[in-house]
């Protein structure tokens, strides 16, 4: 094969972003609200967030964002607010979204392991979050390396967290694939040096995203197929 370890992003890879984060988004915009309409017009607009489509716009720094920009975009919208109760309330809830898998990950997970893959998770979200999200999809003991942006490793479009999986995993970081799909992830991919695949899971598209891949795919269950072409 091409690769000898396989790094995701999480949101929008691992799992749809739209069917995740938008549904837990508009349920955390009304309940900071705390039932103000015009407040809760206000943290939306401060998130890129719109409430009548209940989704996230395209251009949404949340998307591929770190949990603390999205508590201080939260803050500025909220007269008097505290950053880090709000950051901490958001990482408490996100641990508890309504998650919907990309694709059925346990049976594909465990082909990339049986292949002899290493498997990581680099996520912006928090580490706490993302080992929530992988327990509850019952896949967190099959990742070799999980990493939020409070890791200690940095955050993307930083390469250092994927040379850090890279490293820890005594990879070259060419024979690493990085998984995303946001120009955060491919651009911290090849700034590690790494292979990027792009995935159509998130909210960005094919012309987007084509730029910094090596690849686009519909999603990572396509994965297999292109590693062995």
């Known amino acids: 094969m091409r690769a000898d370890g396989l790094l995701f992003d999480k949101d ?15 349920q955390s915009i009304l309940g900071f609200a705390k039932g103000d309409p015009d407040l809760a017009l206000r943290i939306a607009n401060a998130l890129e967030y719109d409430l009548d489509a209940r989704s996230f716009l395209p251009q949404s720094f949340v998307i591929a964002g770190t949990n603390r920009e999205a508590a201080e975009a939260v803050a500025s919208a909220i007269e008097g607010a505290d950053v ?45 979050a993302a080992r ?19 890791s200690g490793f940095g955050a993307k479009p930083d390469p250092q967290p994927l040379l850090a999986f ?3 995993m005594k990879l070259d970081p060419a024979r690493v694939v990085m998984v995303g799909d946001s120009t955060h992830d491919l651009i911290a991919g090849r700034r590690a040096g790494m292979q990027t695949v792009a995935v159509l899971t998130g909210m960005a598209g094919t012309k987007e995203l084509a730029p910094h891949a090596d690849v686009v795919l519909q999603d990572i269950g396509h994965i297999p197929a292109w590693l062995a072409a």
Do not use: C, Y
């Open 132 to 150: 929530a999200h992988l327990d509850w999809a019952g896949v967190v003991g099959m990742f070799d390396f999980i990493a939020g942006f409070d």
């Open 84 to 128: 880090d109760a709000i950051e901490e309330k958001m990482m408490q809830d996100a641990a508890q979204a309504p998650l919907v898998p990309a694709v059925p990950l346990a049976p594909l997970l465990d082909g990339f392991a049986q292949s002899g893959l290493r498997l990581g998770v680099m996520t912006n979200d928090t580490e706490f």
């Open 166 to 168: 890279a490293d820890q």
């Open 12 to 26: 929008g890879t691992l799992f749809d972003f739209a069917g995740t984060w938008n549904v837990w988004a508009h």
